[in-house]
């Protein structure tokens, strides 16, 4: 951050005939030097960008050993996001970082009051005096929100697993901010290869950094179910029982996916469960017989075709099998969507397409959800509340559009910028390339709003970017994908228009490189990102 420090410095040589008496001063006043304070981070180095920042260009705010989070009376709530904000800084700083109820003009206060209007129900307002740090939102989830923007402006080893020098230096000045997209989703492909409970929260605490509020799992796939089923036990006994290359697989028990649901929530990230029906199914099929239109299990399937697999349209065993489903999946899900998947039914026909999904939207809906689905499902005409996911490699979708204009409002994923394992350029080792290459600019210069053509810039809900996992197979392969584009599309999601800069966006995502490597996390260092 070239020209505050600059000036602090300058400022600093010039005060040092001054020296003695301020040293004088200041041990009389008891108080540390603020003037050695240097900021490492400048107020404007936040990803997503934020919609207004006022940097203050001389206040700093250090954190001390005996800083303490206040967070706002008699709010729950507020206290959980206390507790996650001393969860981040206490290994790196050594700090005991006392979280309680309560106002206090110095540390640390994360309050539901007072907040510009503007910020709506998940941004936040952000003040940096020398006396400390104030986040004001309306809801929890603009305190948290608030709580990444904050993380960001201290130096890069606060993220560090073990304890750290300080000083602890955040540089003053106000932001406000606010949400673009209702919808700011990751996805995670756990049936390919599948991810364990620990795995997925990592990736959790990893996306709720940018903002992000929605995980969207695809639980279920040709290779694999992985979300305990009670009334079909053999989905995950041998539907669960491999995976990509032949590998053991797993799945998540119900008690395992509902800490899961509650690790997101505490992170304020909303679950959205996958079944993909009808196709994509092969593992079902595999493990019960007569969901099979010829009474015949396929074997577990190992590979990377997609496209081969239906259930059993004309079969009332379908459905009941469906209904079962989605009843113990609604149960499992405090969030309001359930992903009905509908991609690649490659072996349906047309009309058996949409005879299945006209008997299985409305078992959605028996159960309280409101159904996504990836952009094929609007052939079967899905009623305006249900939700769909583009995921085409165009941008020309009339389908899509017309799904629009009947009020259904789209979440944009398109392959050949938001698919997270597109490989980044022909170098790449992990990932695929039947979108193309992907590397960050080309994954951060689109316009949700503007992108598919015909589509109005109203009926779009958000962004996704889904991470399948056909070659990927731990965290660390996981993250060489994700970061740094999932930032990207991150920005995407929260960040107003206005503020879309590529030249800006690649020097401010530098600077998260360090924290990524506090943190440990595999990020590609693409040479587009001019990296310190
Ligand atoms: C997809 O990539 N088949 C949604």
Redesign the pocket.
């Known amino acids: 951050m070239p020209r505050p420090v600059d000036r602090t410095r300058r400022a600093g040589r010039r005060a040092v005939g001054r020296a003695l008496a301020a040293l004088l001063f200041l041990s009389a006043v008891g108080a540390a030097s603020p003037a050695q304070a240097v900021p490492e981070t400048p107020l404007h180095h936040i990803v997503p960008a934020p919609v207004k920042v006022t940097p203050k260009p001389g206040v700093t705010y250090t954190l001390a050993a005996d800083t303490r989070i206040h967070t706002h009376p008699g709010s729950r709530e507020a206290r959980q996001v206390g507790e996650y904000l001393a969860g981040v800084l206490r290994p790196s700083t050594g700090y005991r970082l006392p979280v309680a109820p309560g106002a206090s003009g110095h540390g640390i206060s994360l309050l539901l009051t007072g907040a510009d209007p503007r910020v709506g129900d998940e941004g936040y307002q952000l003040d940096v005096t020398h006396r400390g740090v104030v986040i004001r939102a309306r809801t929890a989830a603009g305190l948290f929100a608030g709580v990444q923007t904050f993380r960001q402006l201290l130096p890069a080893k606060v993220e560090s697993a073990s304890r750290q020098r300080g000083p602890w230096t955040v540089p003053g000045g106000s932001v406000l901010d606010h949400p673009r997209y209702a919808h700011r989703g990751a996805m995670l492909d756990v049936a390919r290869h599948f991810f364990s409970v620990a795995e997925v929260k990592r990736y959790i605490d990893q996306i709720a950094q940018y903002k992000i509020n929605r995980l969207h799992l695809h639980l279920t796939d040709d290779q694999g179910w992985r979300l305990e089923i009670k009334s079909w036990p053999r989905l995950t006994e041998h539907g669960g029982s491999t995976e990509v290359g032949g590998g053991a697989g797993g799945y998540y028990t119900q008690e395992q996916y509902r800490d899961l649901v509650a690790y997101a929530a505490s992170r304020h990230i909303e679950v959205i469960p996958e079944i993909d029906l009808p196709g994509h199914t092969n593992a079902a099929l595999a493990s019960y017989a007569e969901l099979n239109c010829d009474g015949v299990a396929p074997p577990l399937y190992t590979g990377i075709e997609?496209g081969f697999s239906s259930l059993c349209i004309d079969k009332d065993i379908t459905y009941e099998f469906v209904d079962d489903v989605l009843r113990e999946v609604a149960a499992l899900t405090p969030g309001r969507y359930i992903h009905i998947g509908g991609?690649?039914a490659l072996v349906t026909t047309d009309p058996d397409y949409v005879k299945f999904m006209d008997k299985v939207l409305p078992l959605v809906a028996k159960h309280g959800k409101t159904a996504v689905g990836?952009h094929e499902f609007v052939k079967a005409d899905p009623p305006a509340s249900t939700v769909p996911?583009f995921?085409g490699t165009k941008t020309v979708a009339p389908d899509v559009v017309a799904a629009a204009k009947r009020g259904s409002r789209v979440v944009l994923s398109p392959?050949t910028k938001a698919?997270l394992d597109m490989k980044y350029d022909e170098n790449t080792k992990l990932g695929l390339k039947w979108a193309g290459y992907t590397d960050v600019e080309d994954a951060y210069d689109w316009n949700p709003g503007a992108f598919v053509e015909d589509l109005p810039a109203s009926a779009v809900l958000g962004v996704e970017a889904?991470l399948?996992t056909e070659t990927l197979t731990d965290s660390a392969e996981v993250e060489h994908m994700a970061f740094p584009r999932l930032p990207a599309i991150a920005e995407l999601g929260w960040s107003p228009w206005e503020t879309h800069d590529w030249a800006k966006f690649r020097v401010r995502l530098a600077a998260q490189g360090p924290r990524w490597q506090a943190q440990g996390v595999n990020f590609y260092p693409s040479p587009q990102v001019p990296w310190k």
Do not use: F, N, S, T
Request: proline share 10%; hydrophobic share 50%; no cysteine.
């Open positions: 997609v991609d690649e990836w996911q995921w392959a698919y889904p399948w």
